[in-house]
Each structure stands twice: as structure tokens, then as C-alpha cells.
């Protein structure tokens, strides 16, 4: 069986209801423990796991390289993580992965010569839609790919959140330059995603769907290059304008 989806029987009603069976995509609860402490519980898709693990850990700061992990080991239902020695978390850094914990956190500017051109954000977008295999066959996942020379790294996931945290994570192992990257991805700009852009120096994100007024300040705060409503041959261009060749 498939790790990110599953058959189950349904009733489809168009002209007439017959019975048939479609394809649904898996969530499950997931525990991240760090050193021993729960770090957070997760409902995410059961793939992909430690990239994920080191793109969460990463772009919400617990970790700055792959240097600071020692294991990872990854359950059915949960994560274990042991840092290095040097590398501690603070008790009251701990928190469930409910809302958005950044606000009261220094935003990172962020700092790239990157410049993409118009045509090479629309591609990039319609590759994303090729690429995003469960969500062609579900319907339920999002999707999200890091961009850049030579890589374009896909990653879906039931959250939204955690498809950005894969390809973050995948980045990394990868040696992937962050400052050199841009992401295309489905869903809205809600700040606590845009914050994890600027936690990792990628300076452009992009989606089909809408920002919210606080992602906005983020992205013009941290020198994020914030782009939505991609349809059509067309996109919004919402905040630094100047990394995009038109």
C-alpha cells in the first residue's frame, strides 16, 4: 500500500449514485521528541519523515546545519532526535505546531542577489502541477519544490506547512544554496510560512492562492519576495518587486 494514499468505497452522485471507490490521502499523528523532550505532535503525511524532521527543525531555528543532529529515527507514530552535544533546546522553547510562535521572534532579512524571470516562475509552477502526484490522484495533499540551477525537489504533504519543511530538509541534506533557491508551493502566504523562509535565507516564494495581510508585513519586513494568485500566465507580485525580471 501506497504510504500516502489509500482506496475506500464511496457513493458518486451525478445524473444517478453509484457505488465506486476513489483514492484519499493518508494523515497521521506523528510525535517529534527531541533529546528526550516532545518538541511537538504533528498530523502530516507518513513519507518523507526525516526530511521533514530537518527542514522543522531547521527553519524554525532549533538547528542551524546538519552538524547539530546525531540521529534521527523515525517510528510509525513518532521521531526521535538526538542533537550533539553542543547543541541544547531550552525547556521553554517547546511548543506544539498549532499557530504561529513567531511573533515575538527577531525576523531575519534576508539577503540574495537572486533574480528570477517571468517565464521561469510560470514553468516552475506548472512543473509543481506535473510533479504532484498524490495530489493528481487525491486531491487532498499540498505540494511544494525548492527551485533552483539544477534541482527542483518536490514534496507533498496533508499540511501545507510541512510540504515547505520537506523541501527545506531535502535542501539541506542536499547542500542545496538556500540564497540561490525559490519555492513554488500551494496554499496561502500566512506569515508563520513566510517566517520559515527568512529562518533559511530563501528569498521567493510562489503560489496560486492568496497572502494574508500579516504575511505581507513578514515578507516585506524580512526582504521576501512574496507571489500569489499564479493563473493563467499571470501572478501577483506583493512585495519586493525587484528580484523579478519581467
Known amino acids: 500500500m501506497n504510504k500516502m494514499f489509500q482506496k475506500t468505497n464511496i457513493i458518486k452522485v451525478k445524473e444517478e449514485a453509484h457505488h465506486t471507490e476513489d483514492l484519499v490521502a493518508i494523515d ?7 533529546n528526550g523532550e516532545l518538541l511537538g505532535k504533528f498530523y502530516l503525511s507518513p513519507e518523507n519523515l526525516e526530511d521533514f524532521t530537518i527542514g522543522y527543525l531547521l527553519d524554525e531555528r532549533y538547528i542551524h546545519s ?3 543532529l546525531d540521529e534521527i529515527t523515525v517510528k510509525p ?16 522553547d ?3 505546531y498549532d499557530g504561529w510562535v513567531h511573533q515575538d521572534q527577531t525576523i531575519p532579512h534576508v539577503s540574495s542577489d537572486l533574480k528570477v524571470g517571468k517565464d521561469k516562475i510560470i514553468d516552475s509552477y506548472q ?16 505540494v511544494a519544490a525548492l527551485v533552483g540551477d539544477g ?3 518536490v514534496r507533498e504533504d496533508v499540511s501545507r506547512h510541512v510540504a515547505v519543511d520537506k523541501v527545506i530538509g531535502a535542501g539541506l541534506k542536499n547542500g542545496i544554496d538556500f540564497s540561490n533557491s525559490f519555492i513554488v508551493c500551494s496554499g496561502r502566504i500566512p506569515p508563520d510560512r513566510v517566517v520559515k523562509l527568512a529562518n ?9 492562492a492568496a497572502p494574508t495581510v500579516e504575511g505581507l508585513r513578514i515578507g516585506e519586513e524580512a526582504g521576501i ?11 501577483n507580485i506583493y512585495t519586493h518587486p525587484h528580484r523579478i525580471i519581467l
Open 28 to 34: 497521521t499523528k506523528v510525535e517529534l521528541v527531541v
Open 66 to 68: 546538519m552538524d547539530d
Open 77 to 92: 507514530n513518532t521521531i526521535n532526535v538526538r542533537l550533539n552535544e553542543q547543541t541544547r533546546l531550552k525547556t521553554d
Open 94 to 96: 517547546l511548543s506544539c
Open 127 to 142: 512543473l509543481l502541477i506535473e510533479k504532484a502526484e498524490v495530489w493528481s490522484k487525491t486531491g487532498g495533499t499540498h
Open 151 to 153: 534541482h527542483f525537489i
Open 200 to 208: 533559511v535565507g530563501i528569498s521567493i516564494m510562489v503560489t496560486k
Open 225 to 235: 519576495t512574496l507571489i500569489g494568485f499564479l493563473r493563467d500566465g499571470r501572478f
